[in-house]
C-alpha cells in the first residue's frame, strides 16, 4: 500500500514555472512507477508524466514534452514534477500516481493522491 500526498500547486502567471512535489509513505516506494495526471474543469483526466522505479527512464504527455520534468528521489520517497513555460491550457489540478510495476505506463495506476490545484493566468 502507498499513500501520496502532494504539494506545491498554486497561481502563476503564463511563462512561469511551479514544482509540484509528491510525498509517499509505505516501505515499497522504490518498486513503483510513479506518474503525473491532471484534470482541468470539464474534462477527463489524462496522462502528463511518467517514471520508471529507478529514474532511468520517463515519459511524457507530447502536450508538456520539452516544458515538464519529472524525477524521483527513492531515499526520500518524493517525486518532483518542474513545470516550465506555463499556459493558461495548463490550469487543472494535478494527481499524483503510483504502480507496482517496472515498466513505465501511461495508464492503470493503482494508488492516487488528492490532487494540488495549478492555475495558470494569461
Known amino acids: 500500500q502507498v499513500q501520496l500526498v502532494e504539494s506545491g500547486g498554486g497561481l502563476v502567471q503564463a511563462g512561469g514555472s511551479l514544482r509540484l512535489s509528491c510525498a509517499a509513505s509505505?516501505?515499497?516506494?522504490?518498486?513503483?512507477?510513479m506518474a503525473w495526471f491532471r484534470q482541468a474543469p470539464g474534462k477527463e483526466r489524462e496522462f502528463v508524466a511518467a517514471?520508471?522505479?529507478?529514474?532511468?527512464?520517463?515519459y511524457y504527455a507530447d502536450s508538456v514534452k520539452g516544458r515538464f520534468t519529472i524525477s524521483r528521489d527513492n531515499a526520500k520517497k518524493t517525486v518532483h514534477l518542474q513545470m516550465n513555460s506555463l499556459k493558461p491550457e495548463d490550469t487543472a489540478v494535478y494527481y499524483c500516481?503510483?504502480?507496482?510495476?517496472?515498466?513505465?505506463?501511461?495508464?492503470?495506476?493503482?494508488?492516487w493522491g488528492q490532487g494540488t490545484q495549478v492555475t495558470v493566468s494569461s
Open positions: 509505505g516501505h515499497t516506494f522504490s518498486s513503483y512507477v
Open positions: 517514471i520508471s522505479w529507478r529514474g532511468g527512464n520517463t
Open positions: 500516481a503510483a504502480r507496482p510495476i517496472r515498466v513505465v505506463t501511461t495508464s492503470n495506476y493503482d494508488f
